[in-house]
């Protein structure tokens, strides 16, 4: 069985989370930062587990950011779910932008690569005919 402590978000990250809406100015004691620790790892066993719940009646095995909207709006934060649905379609589209993107560039990479390897071959088929032709060999003989 796993420990509170195994399942909890590391308390470093969480203070780095909550000075980012503080001024620069304010402090955080170790106190407030294991509450906040503890309130968000509460939070995401909940709505981890509402999710996980309609993956296992869909026979599932793997949860997806879907099911986690799917979860938040099911849970009342309609707002989160709303707000992370948006952000899943946005870092989705980026996905399927970088993976084109590199498809595009391994292609550049490709024709490229067959140019110079199409120049090369050409070039060693000028120079070997040359070297066997008839009137090379009685120009070098000569």
Not at 74 to 86: H, K, P, Q, T, V
Not at 99 to 109: R, T, Y
């Amino acid at each position: 069985m796993e420990s509170e402590q195994d399942r909890a978000l590391p308390i470093a990250n969480v203070g780095r989370i909550m000075k980012r809406i503080l001024p620069p100015n304010a402090k955080i004691s170790k106190e407030g930062k294991q509450v906040m620790q503890e309130c968000v790892t509460e939070f995401l066993s909940f709505v981890t587990g509402e999710a996980s719940d309609k993956c296992h009646k869909e026979n599932r095995k793997t949860v997806n950011g879907d099911d986690i909207c799917w979860a938040l709006g099911s849970l009342g934060f309609d707002n989160y779910a709303e707000a992370i649905g948006r952000y899943l379609h946005k870092y989705r589209q980026n996905e399927r932008e970088k993976v084109n993107q590199h498809k595009l560039e391994s292609a550049k990479v490709m024709l490229n690569y067959e140019g110079l390897a199409t120049k090369t071959s050409s070039r060693q088929h000028q120079n070997h005919q040359t070297q066997t032709s008839p009137a090379y060999a009685n120009q070098q003989s000569g």
